[in-house]
């Protein structure tokens, strides 16, 4: 038989996933201002299932409250939102959809506005022109290492009693784990870091120990780089060698995706699927599934990567924000493409200070709008409309970026 998007997905342990798409998190930023999650939050994932996506990842939800990436983070240490928490799962259960709910730690990659001393493997400051907005982060010592990989196994715990179908770890995108498994961040002398071994030994604990609690039943993905796309960070070579590992320990299912904030990979327009050839590679090597993530547009773009035994599933992250029911409009012959627009303030030298952030507070917005049920601005090429969301939500610290 041949695979289409349409074809359903076993997970090794049974799990059964109705088709080929996967909703890619994208931070909602929808939290209440004490992190909890919200009303709007079910409103808009209820939209994402009802739009026929089999699996939906969730933006990332925080496992510290004293480490947060974003304004609007949903945190989830303990059982007091489980309410909350089951209402968001359902919104998605209720209407035929799986839903992993993404757990991360920002490490160093959390802004000023949020932390005056934030934490890290080692000393090693964020570069390139957002880092500016970062402090200085300070080394974790080895017991606040095990505090973490608890958080982590903590809110895994909370997510299988509320109801979510799993959870996906984030070792991508320059957050903490990322940070542990590149040699450019992580100097440490300890078991934490030096060698491969050492430097993936936080996401090894942290899985086993979720496994541990969790069981064999409930699906644990991880969400990891092809490489970080530069010279002495996390290599391809390293990055292969991470996912056999996790594929021996169990492993559910491997995002992968690439490079960091800093880097366009993670947000280009236009490119075509950025890590198609690296998932090829990978598939002959694990026996878990493989999801890729970034650059998909085009119902050919997606068709030929389930086709040609590129990827298991096709991760969407935009596309998806922007048009909520793709894999629907699909199925009836109705999808054929998506154009992601540059959005611009008319400004050129203005459009170059404020460029990332406007990438992201325009996806936050359009998120927003359907959490509010209000229809995307898919022909929007004006950067004004996102700014001025940000700035009624956050004020001036709208400002100061989140990513690096
Ligand atoms: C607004 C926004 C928020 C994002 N938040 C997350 C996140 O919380 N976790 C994550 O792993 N990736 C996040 N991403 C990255 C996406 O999951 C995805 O890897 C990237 O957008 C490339 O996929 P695409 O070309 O389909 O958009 C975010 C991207 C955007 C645009």
């Known amino acids: 038989m041949t695979t289409t998007l349409f074809t359903p997905l076993k997970l090794k342990n049974g799990f059964e996933i109705k088709n080929r798409f996967m909703k890619a998190a994208t931070s909602e930023t929808l939290g209440s201002a004490d992190n909890r999650p919200t009303p709007p939050l079910n409103n808009l994932y209820r939209t994402w299932a009802k739009g026929g996506t089999g699996l939906i990842i969730t933006g990332n939800v925080m496992v510290d409250d004293t480490a947060k990436g974003e304004f609007g983070n949903v945190v989830v240490e303990d059982d007091r939102d489980l309410r909350a928490l089951k209402n968001w799962a359902s919104s998605v259960t209720d209407n035929d959809g799986a839903i992993f709910m993404q757990l991360n730690h920002p490490g160093k990659q959390s802004p000023r506005t949020m932390s005056?001393?934030?934490?890290?493997?080692?000393?090693?400051?964020?570069?390139?022109?957002?880092?500016?907005?970062?402090?200085?982060?300070?080394?974790?010592n080895r017991s606040e290492i095990k505090d973490i990989i608890q958080?982590?196994?903590?809110?895994?715990?909370?997510?299988?009693?509320?109801?979510?179908?799993?959870?996906?770890?984030?070792?991508?995108?320059?957050?903490?784990?990322?940070?542990?498994?590149s040699p450019h961040d992580n100097r440490r002398v300890d078991e934490y870091g030096g060698s491969l071994e050492n430097r993936m030994r936080i996401l090894e604990e942290i899985y086993l120990?979720?496994?541990?609690?969790?069981?064999?039943?409930?699906?644990?993905?991880?969400?990891?780089?092809?490489?970080?796309?530069?010279?002495?960070g996390f290599s391809e070579a390293d990055s292969i060698k991470v996912i056999q590992k996790m594929d021996q320990l169990g492993i559910d299912l491997i995002e992968i995706s690439g490079g960091n904030y800093e880097n366009p990979l993670v947000q280009g327009i236009g490119k075509g699927a950025f890590f198609i050839d690296y998932a090829k590679k990978i598939k002959q090597m694990i026996d878990a599934p493989i999801a890729v993530t970034g650059g998909f547009s085009t119902a050919e773009g997606m068709e030929n990567a389930i086709d040609s035994d590129g990827t298991d599933i096709v991760g969407l992250?935009?596309?998806?924000?922007?048009?909520?029911?793709?894999?629907?409009?699909?199925?009836?012959?109705?999808?054929?493409?998506?154009?992601?627009?540059?959005?611009?303030?008319?400004?050129?030298?203005?459009?170059?200070?404020?460029?990332?952030?406007?990438?992201?507070?325009?996806?936050?917005?359009?998120?927003?709008?359907?959490?509010?049920?209000?229809?995307?601005?898919?022909?929007?090429?004006?950067?004004?409309?996102?700014?001025?969301?940000?700035?009624?939500?956050?004020?001036?610290?709208?400002?100061?970026?989140?990513?690096?």
């Open 116 to 140: 005056k001393t934030p934490v890290a493997p080692s000393v090693v400051p964020m570069e390139g022109s957002n880092a500016f907005a970062f402090n200085n982060p300070r080394a974790l």
């Open 151 to 181: 958080k982590f196994i903590n809110a895994a715990v909370v997510a299988q009693k509320a109801g979510f179908s799993g959870v996906e770890i984030h070792a991508a995108h320059g957050y903490l784990l990322n940070q542990f498994l």
């Open 209 to 232: 120990g979720m496994r541990e609690k969790v069981g064999a039943d409930f699906p644990i993905a991880l969400k990891i780089n092809s490489s970080d796309l530069s010279a002495d």
């Open 317 to 404: 992250a935009r596309p998806l924000v922007m048009m909520p029911d793709i894999p629907n409009l699909m199925k009836a012959g109705r999808f054929h493409k998506i154009d992601l627009h540059y959005l611009s303030t008319g400004l050129k030298p203005l459009d170059k200070k404020v460029g990332s952030l406007v990438g992201l507070s325009f996806y936050q917005q359009q998120m927003d709008r359907t959490a509010h049920g209000k229809s995307t601005q898919r022909d929007t090429e004006n950067a004004w409309g996102a700014l001025g969301f940000s700035f009624k939500r956050q004020g001036l610290s709208a400002l100061i970026p989140q990513r690096g």
